[in-house]
């Protein structure tokens, strides 16, 4: 192909198409979807006033009573990601292209689904991540407005022990009205460590020689493979029941966007005879309703539980 700037604007054109057709088709993987809230963005940063998400009607007896939703609230900044690449000028004189749109197909699918990939990373970080309370996401020293505290974070196995533990702990939790907040697990979130403990533990029918398992399909089962390594340990039973709020909010500022420095007096394709490309997309993602999550941080090596 002859390196004109027509001919550079009808790739750039192409590959675009591409990249954008990729963003259209793709979908959330649904293993992080069900945890996730989209909202628009309209600014660098948004405040979610977090007391609106807890407490319940009162009986009206003498006084009506307000809930202050200036006082707890939770700011969340976009943040702009981004990925470059570039093309040699001589494959585009050798026509060597063909790879090039199954890229930019690729490249506008792993865009748009970036932030959902970034769930597990919430997560993880979740164990050494201030909330709004100063306390970690994940913790046993959290307080709600007025001071009553509260935990989400137990240390012991994924046995069936273990399993109850962690989920009364969840459906025992109170709102900082004293009431009870009436979760009900609905996940079970592993790494692949845990992988097929929990899908022994969750979606074995009978269990020792022939008894029913009395926790079959209670909770979904779900698998982040990012839950690995030093967070291999690590894992979480969940409330996102149709009557509750996701508990990560993913707010969109803009993008995903595909551009490109084809010019021939760009400085890349000047000096270095390549085009560059870039994608990028900003957004701000967080765990805004921690309650709903009880987090453990399994430790054999300081626990004494027995399995």
């Known amino acids: ?52 998400l807890l407490g319940d009607l009162e009986r009206l007896i003498d006084e009506l009573s307000f809930t202050n939703l200036g006082e707890f609230m939770q700011s969340l900044r976009n943040v702009r990601y981004e990925r470059g690449y570039s093309i040699p000028r001589d494959h585009v004189e050798d026509d060597n292209l063909g790879m090039y749109p199954l890229f930019a197909t690729a490249l506008g699918r792993r865009t748009a689904t970036h932030p959902y990939r970034n769930v597990p990373n919430l997560f993880i970080d979740g164990f050494a991540t201030a909330w709004i309370d100063g306390a970690n996401v994940f913790s046993n020293n959290h307080a709600w407005p ?9 240390n012991v196995p994924l046995t069936q022990a273990g399993f109850e533990t962690v989920c009364q702990h969840l459906m025992e939790r109170v709102g900082p009205d004293g009431e009870a907040m009436d979760l009900q697990p609905t996940h079970l979130i592993v790494g692949p460590t ?40 690590y894992w979480f039973v969940a409330d996102q029941s149709p ?65």
């Not at 899908?199 to 690995?228: A, D, F, M």
Request: overall charge negative; hydrophobic content about 35%; some cysteine.
């Open 1 to 52: 192909m002859e390196v004109t700037q027509g001919n550079m604007a009808n790739l750039f054109t192409g590959l675009k198409g591409n990249f954008l057709d990729a963003v259209r088709d793709a979908k959330a993987p649904q293993d992080v979807a069900d945890f996730v809230m989209e909202v628009p963005s309209t600014t660098g940063t948004e405040e979610y006033p977090t007391a609106a």
């Open 146 to 154: 007025g001071g009553a505290e509260w935990d989400n974070l137990d």
């Open 194 to 233: 845990y992988w097929w403990r929990a899908k022994n533990l969750i979606q074995r029918g009978l269990v020792g020689g022939g008894n029913t398992n009395i926790h079959y399909e209670s909770v979904k089962v779900v698998k982040w493979s990012r839950l690995r390594g030093a967070a291999e340990r």
């Open 243 to 307: 009557e509750q709020p996701k508990c990560i909010v993913y707010q969109k500022r803009s993008g995903p966007e595909f551009v490109s420095r084809t010019a021939l007096t760009d400085e890349p394709v000047f000096t270095a005879e390549r085009f560059e490309y870039k994608a990028a997309i900003r957004y701000g993602i967080a765990i805004l309703c921690p309650w709903l999550i009880q987090a453990v941080e399994w430790d054999e090596d300081t626990t004494t539980t027995t399995p």
